[in-house]
């Protein structure tokens, strides 16, 4: 796919998909400073929002700070513990909302997740907003669906030493 310099971009990142991802794969840390560069290729930044659970220790706050720092936009919400143990912690809500929002100013929506409940608001934007959407993520933990409605799809996995960090390890299948 083409990306050229006037392409208005929006990049939204699913940041506990991303997480979980690295390390169940990788047993490594995500360096979400460097997805930022690839997703922005160029082009002109619009928006660049992280979405981040907090648990009630708050043991992610240097790190959703770090990611503010990086040039993030980054929401939080509280994890949600239920009764029973059972936990929540998801934004895929929110994060469709503010891609919605933003569409119109848009040219291009980045997800950077791999989950596919994202499937309608890539259609959406593509049908009705006239936006290219792109995807990144590590297509071992990508929904394959997802990867056949994207317009153009970055697996980060093809190049681990330049998007984990700490001791890049392949787990293997």
């Given at each position: ?33 460097e997805i ?15 979405y981040?659970?907090v ?15 990086q040039?993030?936009e980054v ?21 469709a909302?503010d ?46 669906k ?28």
């Amino acid at each position: 796919m083409i990306k050229h310099k006037d392409q208005r971009v929006g990049v939204f990142v699913d940041v506990q998909n991303m997480y979980h991802s690295a390390k169940h794969l990788y047993s490594a840390n995500v360096n979400f400073q460097e997805i930022l560069k690839t997703a922005i290729s160029g082009r002109k930044l619009i928006r660049a929002v992280a979405y981040g659970i907090v648990s009630p220790a708050g043991e992610e706050k240097k790190f959703l700070e770090i990611l503010g720092n990086q040039g993030f936009e980054v929401k939080v919400k509280d994890l949600q513990i239920f009764h029973g143990g059972a936990k929540k912690a998801d934004w895929d809500v929110g994060m469709a909302v503010d891609a919605i929002k933003l569409a119109d100013k848009l040219d291009v929506v980045v997800l950077v997740t791999g989950d596919g409940d994202f499937i309608p608001l890539i259609h959406y934007l593509q049908e009705n907003k006239g936006c290219l959407v792109e995807l990144i993520s590590f297509e071992r933990s990508t929904s394959s669906k997802m990867l056949e409605v994207v317009d153009d799809y970055i697996d980060l996995g093809k190049e681990p030493g330049k998007y984990l960090l700490k001791g890049v390890r392949k787990i293997r299948r």
